[in-house]
């Protein structure tokens, strides 16, 4: 087994265990920010080809999906100037960077910005609706991984946003 196939292993196990709590998705967000901090892999997650990203979008990996429905992780990447729309979610959702940074401008529910941060390698942060209003946007020079970990299927939802805001 391969390093990165074990460090997903052991991190899909730890959030089915933080999962397994059954509690608020507030709590669950941070139950399972906890385990995405103890088990954060590197960017090797994902295989060369995948870290290239898209040239016309960020590029979304599905990595795992739990047979349930309960949760889903996905890597994301992000090439120089690649950004998100402004939207909210339809759950909880952790994220971590893994390389890269991540610009991330929050809303409130009128729009009005609510503040920035720069979400370095390392960092892990977790939210859950309301109060989700965000756009994330890579302002690097160089790509950026990021692992985000929904409350829910993806594959079956087909996505993680509720909302698209103008």
């Not at 929050?106 to 390392?122: C, I, Q, V, W």
């Not at 946007?137 to 993806?154: K, Q």
């Amino acid at each position: 087994m391969t390093r990165s196939l074990a460090t997903l292993t052991d991190l899909v196990g730890a959030v089915r265990q933080a999962v397994d709590v059954r509690t608020g998705w507030t709590e669950t967000a941070d139950l399972v920010a906890e385990q995405l901090r103890a088990h954060l892999p590197g960017p090797e997650i994902l295989t060369p080809e995948q870290r290239l990203g898209q040239p016309d979008r960020v590029a979304c990996h599905l990595l795992h999906a739990e047979s349930d429905g309960a949760f889903s992780l996905l890597g994301l990447v992000w090439r120089p100037g690649q950004t998100t729309r402004i939207h909210d979610h339809i759950t909880w959702c952790v994220v971590g960077v893994l390389s890269g940074v991540e610009h991330e401008e929050l809303f409130d529910e009128a729009l009005k910005p609510l503040g920035t941060r720069d979400n370095s390698p390392g960092e892990v942060g977790g939210f859950a609706p309301p109060g989700d209003i965000h756009r994330i946007r890579n302002v690097g020079d160089e790509i950026a991984v990021s692992l985000h970990i929904y409350g829910t299927d993806i594959t079956r939802v087909g996505s993680s946003a509720r909302r698209y805001y103008d």
